[in-house]
């Protein structure tokens, strides 16, 4: 039981270490962003990086004060999950609802500040150009 | 008493196939013919492929990837591209290849069919603009085109809906041409808006445009349905295909006359697969053209990184601008014919990561988000699609050592850049660096050809009068059988500079008008 609430923390610490809230663009922690569970798959089917973090469970299982944050920066320091879970990671978080609306209203933001233009500006923007097809 | 109807079967349902399904279906005519048209594919659902939806990063990456080597579905065949610089994308469902394609819709040049007498390479087509010019405003209509009238590099044009909206990205680009004095258009767009759906872009592909009236016209459409032979006859003469069905069945379809729609590389694929006795070299190869004169548009790809936001990414994927102005001849420069510029859209957020992840420009941990808002949305790329010119050493033929799920063989494609096209890239290399740093681009990237860029497939059953050196005539009728006809872009005698959807569709609409109006022509 706590070795399988270790391998959750560790590995959505791992995930929040990836990539981390900003204040500006968004508060949320990516892990409450993107479904886990699929990750805490991802690592255990792979049998010598499931060992890994076991170890890094056993420790703080041994340890009396349990310092998740210690062994999260150190597996994240090591990169041992990253690899593994990359490409899934960026899929969960740039295809999310959250990050969607979240850069959507972003862009929003940025629109509202300019002016909307219609076709006859079109015209005068784009009547320059001088080159002619070639009449047969 | 009731005459007998002309049984029609076409094979293949993408862009040129609908265009021809529709327009048999459809006129006085109509109740003349039979028409069954057998696509290899499924029939998917519109939402599916939608590039609105929030997961189409990741599908385009799967399910929808562009190269069916990739891809692997059933309905795919297995291509052998390492002899060649450009693999080939495609899409093998109702639809065809405009499943995947973002809408862009050009015309060709009316000097596009006269290359050989105005610049003395390639050949020119039996046909001109203005005999393909009612075609491509039925279609222009049909397909729901939008773009600006007015345009100095094309004869007037009629039925275009309202232009795409440039965007900050599209103006800052158009700006640096008219600094240049070089030429620039909004693109011409298959996209349109739903009722249902004001706040988006809908790609028109032909399974919104054409095949629900045709459908409703009575078109029987077999999906799933692979044709591996078309057969002959004593007199030889066609009479039927044998396909293989969604259960893996073969069956055999009769038929008055078969029409080919498969691709530039799907046609020559089921003529040579389909040799006999009387046709050793395949069907309708009595040139040896069969495959010969392979023309794919090689791309350059320029991409200019800005300091400022520029929502490049805002509005439908796809071409936003494009520019003609090297797109003729020029006497001092080193290459006949010439190219597009066209202005793209910037890329959503997963590919831009994924992209910057790749070239080692992002990393995990505290800046992550820093170094994806450095890209995101400040990037503009350019590409350059290159005239191509049909030469015989370019090919494909049947590859048996890799066969599709029906056992039919899969293709090996041979293909080089010509010097002309190799030319040709650097110098719009070189152009395109230009506009983006006139723009104030801070980086700008670039290369070329790009692999995955084979999405224009012509040349390889040419159109031409003389039967030893053309495999149709004008009307898309094989020289060698009188009633098989081709209507996709593989008749195409040159490439243009520019997609080639609405040229291949105003030519389906021309060939089957003409099936429409004389089918004695056609028939046995």
């Known amino acids: 039981m706590a070795e399988k609430k270790n391998f959750r923390i560790l590995i959505e610490g791992v995930i929040n270490k990836m990539i981390p809230s900003n204040k500006s663009f968004v508060v949320t922690k990516t892990s409450k962003i993107i479904n886990t569970n699929k990750f805490v798959k991802i690592v255990k089917k792979d049998h010598n990086l499931k060992e890994k973090i076991r170890y890094f469970s056993d420790m703080i299982e041994k340890s009396k004060i349990k310092n998740y944050d210690y062994f999260i920066n150190k597996i994240f320091r090591l990169k041992v999950i990253e690899k593994k879970i990359e490409t899934q990671l960026l899929q969960d978080y740039f295809t999310s609802k959250e990050i969607i609306r979240k850069l959507h209203k972003r862009s929003d933001l940025f629109f509202k500040r300019r002016k909307k233009k219609n076709i006859h500006y079109l015209l005068k923007l784009v009547k320059k150009g001088k080159i002619k097809y070639k009449k047969l | ?524």
Request: charged share 25%.
């Open chain 2, 1 to 524: 008493m009731r005459s007998k109807k002309i049984n029609i079967i076409i094979i293949g349902a993408g862009a040129s196939g609908a265009a021809a399904a529709w327009n048999l279906s459809e006129g006085e005519n109509k109740n003349k013919f039979k028409i069954t048209c057998l696509e290899q594919g499924p029939l998917l659902n519109k939402n599916s492929y939608s590039f609105n939806q929030n997961k189409w990063e990741i599908y385009k990456n799967k399910k929808f990837h562009i190269d069916p080597n990739v891809r692997k579905l059933k309905s795919d065949y297995p291509i052998n591209d390492k002899d060649s610089p450009i693999s080939i994308s495609n899409f093998n469902a109702v639809g065809g290849s405009t499943i995947l394609y973002s809408g862009h819709f050009p015309r060709f040049h009316p000097s596009d069919f006269k290359t050989k007498t105005l610049d003395n390479v390639g050949d020119d087509w039996p046909i001109n603009y203005k005999d393909l010019e009612p075609y491509y405003d039925t279609n222009d209509k049909i397909m729901k085109v939008s773009g600006l009238l007015g345009d100095p590099a094309y004869p007037s044009m009629k039925y275009l809906f309202p232009p795409i909206p440039l965007e900050p990205a599209g103006e800052l680009i158009g700006r640096s041409f008219n600094k240049l004095g070089w030429h620039w258009w909004p693109s011409y767009s298959a996209l349109f808006k739903e009722k249902k759906n004001r706040e988006n872009f809908t790609r028109s592909t032909v399974n919104v445009s054409y095949w629900p009236e045709a459908l409703r016209n009575g078109v029987k459409l077999k999906t799933n349905s692979r044709v591996i032979k078309i057969i002959t006859d004593d007199k030889k003469n066609a009479k039927g295909v044998i396909y293989i069905n969604r259960i893996k069945k073969k069956k055999f379809l009769k038929a008055n006359i078969i029409i080919l729609a498969c691709s530039g590389i799907g046609t020559p694929r089921i003529l040579l697969n389909s040799k006999n006795k009387k046709f050793p070299k395949g069907l309708a190869n009595s040139s040896g053209l069969v495959g010969k004169n392979l023309m794919l548009h090689p791309l350059g790809y320029v991409e200019g990184k800005f300091t400022k936001f520029l929502a490049s990414f805002r509005g439908p994927t796809g071409c936003c601008i494009a520019s003609q102005e090297f797109y003729e001849t020029k006497k001092k420069e080193k290459f006949k014919r010439g190219y597009t510029m066209q202005i793209l859209r910037g890329s959503g957020p997963l590919e831009t990561a994924m992209q910057l992840k790749k070239f080692n420009k992002l990393k995990f941990g505290k800046s992550f988000l820093k170094e994806f808002f450095g890209y995101y949305g400040k990037t503009i790329s350019i590409a350059i699609i290159c005239e191509d010119l049909p030469e015989k050493n370019n090919f494909v033929e049947l590859d048996y050592k890799n066969c599709d799920s029906s056992a039919m063989p899969g293709l090996k494609i041979h293909y080089k850049l010509s010097d002309n096209s190799k030319k040709m890239l650097v110098h719009g290399i070189l152009r395109a660096k230009k506009v983006l740093k006139l723009a104030g681009a801070k980086k700008i990237t670039a290369f070329g050809p790009v692999k995955h860029a084979g999405w224009h497939i012509m040349g390889t059953t040419k159109m031409g009068e003389d039967k030893k050196k053309s495999v149709v005539n004008q009307y898309g009728q094989t020289h060698d059988i009188k009633n098989l006809v081709i209507v996709d872009s593989s008749i195409f005698v040159t490439s243009s500079g520019v997609n080639i959807a609405s040229t291949l569709q105003a030519l389906a609409l021309k060939i089957t008008d003409h099936i429409k109006k004389f089918p004695e022509k056609y028939t046995i």
